[in-house]
């Protein structure tokens, strides 16, 4: 056959590009939607609450509770989309096609070229270039139609005219280009071009290719005769002939009955746009047989193939841009046009070749190379009897192909006006393209999308449940799930996903909605089960399925491998859902990632970071995108996790402001929460009576944990009136603390009962010799919350003659950090080696604070500033106001000197106040004659 491909440039390479477009067809068809509608991921964060932070006071234990992030990734299909290069390019393809029709057309009698041309006016005509509104046409002015009229065919008359025997390539060109550059011109100028022209050229282009069906609908039966009669003295060519082409029209037959309800089998066997491919290319050697039926009819020396090729160009074209851009009413009307058409003028080109040719077939003759030659069956009147069948089935259907053509058009309308921003009409006009095109995908899935976009969960439902009846694929699965979850019904999502992976079980991102939704409805075995069995990739640009498996499980096996994987999301699930997996500890904070990486994604990861990692380098970028971010909630959790994580690794001060941040910016709920982790870090730090004020805060906003914790800071203050009072009004308000009444009561009374907790909060009611007679008792831990309470209280008064004494007693039952403690303490007040900056990230350390301001390492100015840091922070402290008293007299700022006093007088027992007022008043004397001196 390759004998009858055409060897003439000007007729290969057309022959090429259809060729080509024939292969994008069948290219675009298998892909499906999958060339207009891409997968999009929906996060969704989840905090799971843990212990962040734990600590013990004497009997009680704390807990500071954090929230660690699990990212859900969840697929929906996104809107309909177009590429607009690819129709572009379709479109200048199917304009320069139709210039090779009129060019062809130069060469046959004036009839038909006229017929010809009269046809190019109306198409020019109905594309109403006049309404895109450039190169001063108006909507309803013709003159660029006009214009495009005299640009295409004054060359066409003249080539007719004067020039018929010039080569069909130059024709061809100077035809198209004038009206191709003018073209392309209103294509640069306005921006609705391509849906415009696409939606004004569409019943135009839907004749054209129905006409270019029909004239090769019967190509598949020649090609069977070819076969049959392609060499001499054949037997029984006559029986394998009618046998092959009833089978094939059987199929053809079974295939439409199926399509019309006439039969019901649940599967599809026959592709029409297969049939039709076939069929175009063997009418690319097999057309010239039909030469002599055209010659008489259009003119001398006019290659039947040049008409061929040039329509076939565009109507497959014309059909590309129908699965290009997803419009399924465009080409499911041409689909069956095919079926009819194979079928009438396949069934009637058999009846004409048995009737003229039955007798030559069985002798053995070549019959294909006769096949079109005139007999008494005339090949017009099989053509027009096949006209007919076609008819029948047009009618017999309710006129379905014109319907949906039509409802094409309309969804070719509704995306100009979506271009055009006009939403409303657009989605009108999608409505129509629904009515007349029998629930199409395309109205439908369209009609969702806008659904969604105004929440409109119910109308997005309906409209993506008709257009999963129409097409069943997973984003209409998966969106009208979406939207039942939208609209909080569980239950249908779980069977809808459920079914939709019965249908697509290799669709990863149905699958991977599936999972989540079983782990939504309490079935996280089943959940993880399944993603761990999801074979197919999602699309290259996410790593969803990782992310998922993460959060749903933990699998040490892959830590390491899958937290190189460059995906946010990922990383902050492996380091949420691993925190006690010793390997862990050997990951990094992946500062590349937060550059590019989505809100949601990258806050998630550095709050989970900041609980798993204690260095600066998550702070650091926890202060910078908390800055950027505008999520409060996540900003707020994001600050949260980066306080405890500065007060975990030793930065008390500044996890001390993050919270006072937090507390002064957060919701009513949360500032209660706040405050109370507040108060809880105080009380670690033995500032109780700070603890407290928090704890009185969080308690105005009914704030639970609060009311007793503030009964816990007062006792730590040895403040037995208040927490006798607030122990009252707790038993009051929670009976439930009623049985912890025979192990507080003792402590706030004095009722010694021999108990840890009586002996730790009643310490200093002992003398050395009592506490002696119970420390061999004691369990070390507890030895050492006693030590501690004992070196802290005495070591700050400078008492450590006292404390001596206390050692002795305790030393013999301490282990050796105990012992170091002591003596790190002596030393620094000493104004030991060790001394430096770092003490100061503490300012509820008060031994170490003022280890620094009596080391001589700091000048008077920066002891001062140090002091007045930490009277800010810790407000309660009279060891660090008396030394910021002194330190302000230094500085000759008696003022503030003063009002620190002030302070003083409120927290110092009158005896002890008075002294150090003494004191105080002597230094400023002396200050005031070193200043008068000078």
């Given amino acids: 056959m390759t004998e009858y491909f055409p060897k003439e440039v000007s007729l290969r390479i057309p022959a090429i590009i259809l060729i080509v477009l024939t292969g994008s067809m069948i290219y675009f068809h298998e892909k499906g939607f999958d060339i207009t509608i891409n997968w999009e991921i929906v996060s969704q964060a989840e905090t799971e609450n843990f212990v962040a932070h734990t600590f013990s006071k004497g009997p009680f234990d704390f807990e500071l509770e954090g929230q660690k992030y699990f990212i859900t990734e969840t697929f929906g299909g996104s809107d309909i989309t177009h590429n607009p290069m690819l129709s572009r390019v379709l479109i200048y393809i199917i304009w320069i096609g139709i210039c090779g029709i009129l060019a062809v057309s130069t060469v046959w009698k004036r009839f038909w070229f006229i017929v010809i041309a009269a046809l190019a006016i109306v198409f020019i005509n109905f594309l109403d270039l006049d309404a895109l509104d450039v190169l001063g046409g108006r909507p309803g002015k013709k003159w660029l139609t006009m214009a495009m009229m005299v640009v295409l065919l004054i060359p066409t008359y003249y080539l007719h005219a004067f020039k018929p025997a010039l080569r069909y390539f130059l024709k061809w060109l100077f035809v198209a280009l004038p009206s191709t550059v003018l073209l392309m011109t209103l294509d640069v100028l306005s921006p609705v071009f391509v849906p415009h022209f696409i939606a004004n050229a569409h019943i135009s282009l839907s004749i054209l290719c129905i006409l270019f069906i029909f004239l090769i609908a019967e190509e598949i039966l020649f090609l069977i005769l070819f076969f ?30 199926k399509k019309a309800g006439f039969i019901d089998i649940g599967f599809s066997f026959l592709n029409p746009y297969y049939l039709l491919s076939i069929s175009l290319l063997v009418s690319l050697w097999s057309t010239r047989f039909k030469q002599e039926l055209y010659d008489s009819v259009l003119a001398f020396s006019s290659d039947i193939r040049y008409i061929l090729i040039t329509l076939g160009i565009v109507s497959v074209a014309f059909l590309n841009l129908g699965f290009l851009r997803g419009n399924d009413p465009a080409y499911e009307a041409m689909h069956y046009v095919i079926v009819y058409a194979h079928l009438a003028f396949g069934f009637m080109f058999l009846m004409y070749t048995l009737v003229n040719f039955i007798s030559p077939i069985m002798q053995g003759f070549q019959v294909y190379k006769i ?43 509704g995306d100009l006006y979506q271009l055009n921003g006009d939403a409303g009409l657009a989605q009108e006009y999608y409505r129509q393209g629904s009515i007349f095109s029998w629930d199409n995908h395309y109205s439908n899935y369209m009609l969702g999308t806008a659904g969604l976009a105004k929440n409109d969960f119910d109308e997005a439902v309906y409209r993506f449940t008709r257009a999963k009846y129409k097409i069943p694929s997973p984003y209409t699965y998966v969106n009208t799930a979406n939207s039942h979850f939208a609209l909080k019904e569980e239950g249908k999502i779980l069977s809808l996903l459920q079914e939709g992976s019965l249908l697509f079980p290799q669709s990863a991102e149905l699958n991977n909605n599936l999972a989540i939704a079983l782990n939504n409805r309490g079935n996280p075995e089943e959940a993880s089960r399944l993603m761990n069995s999801i074979s197919g990739k999602t699309e290259k640009w996410n790593n969803a399925v990782q992310v998922n498996k993460w959060m749903l499980g933990h699998d040490s096996s892959n830590l390491l491998k899958e937290y190189n994987i460059d995906n946010a999301a990922l990383k902050s699930n492996i380091i949420a859902q691993c925190e006690n997996d010793p390997a862990v500890r050997t990951l990094w904070l992946d500062t590349g990632l937060l550059e590019g990486s989505p809100n949601l994604h990258r806050i998630a990861y550095l709050i989970n970071a900041s609980w798993m990692f204690t260095d600066s380098i998550p702070r650091k970028y926890s202060d910078r995108y908390q800055v950027e971010t505008t999520l409060s909630i996540l900003e707020r959790n994001l600050a949260h996790s980066q306080a405890i994580n500065l007060y975990r690794s030793g930065n008390i001060n500044q996890a001390f402001r993050k919270f006072d941040l937090l507390q002064n910016n957060a919701s009513e709920p949360e500032r209660g929460f706040f405050l109370n982790q507040f108060g809880l870090l105080a009380l670690e730090q033995d500032a109780p009576r700070l603890a407290s004020d928090y704890f009185e805060k969080a308690k105005t906003l009914n704030y639970r944990e609060a009311f007793f914790n503030d009964v816990i800071a ?203 007022e003494e004191n105080y008043n002597e230094a400023k004397m002396k200050r005031s004659g070193d200043t008068w001196t000078f």
């Fill in 228 to 257: 049959l009669t392609q060499s001499r003295g054949g037997r029984h060519n006559e029986k394998h002939f009618i046998i092959f082409s009833l089978v094939y029209l059987g199929f053809l037959g079974v295939y439409y009955g």
């Fill in 714 to 916: 007062n006792l730590e203050a040895r403040n037995w009136t208040g927490a006798m009072r607030l122990w009252a009004d707790l038993l009051e308000r929670d009976s439930s603390f009623a049985e912890m009444s025979d192990f507080i009561d003792p402590i706030i009374k004095g009722q010694n009962n021999n108990s840890f907790a009586f002996r730790y909060y009643r310490i200093f009611d002992f003398q050395p010799a009592g506490v002696r007679s119970f420390v061999g008792e004691l369990e070390t831990a507890q030895l050492a919350m006693l030590w501690k309470r004992i070196v802290q209280e005495h070591a700050v008064q400078g008492s450590f003659d006292r404390l001596e004494e206390f050692y002795t007693i305790f030393s013999p039952f301490l282990p050796q950090d105990e012992v170091q403690y002591f003596t790190s303490v002596q030393s620094d007040l000493e104004g030991g080696p060790e001394v430096d900056n770092t003490y100061l990230a503490n300012v509820f350390d008060e031994i170490r604070i003022l280890a620094v301001i009596r080391s001589g390492k700091f000048t008077d100015m920066e002891k001062y500033n140090i002091l007045l840091e930490a009277i800010d922070i810790n407000p309660y402290s009279t060891v660090l106001i008396r030394e910021y008293c002194m330190a302000a007299v230094a500085m000759g700022l008696f003022d503030y000197g003063d009002q620190a006093l002030s302070r003083l007088h409120n927290l110092l027992p009158s005896s002890e106040f008075d002294i150090f």
């Fill in 371 to 413: 096949a079109y030659k005139e007999y008494s069956f005339p090949y017009v009147s099989s053509r027009l009897a096949g006209l007919a069948i076609v008819a029948g089935f047009f009618f017999l259907s309710d006129r379905e192909v014109q319907k949906m053509m039509r409802g094409a058009r309309y969804n070719y309308q």
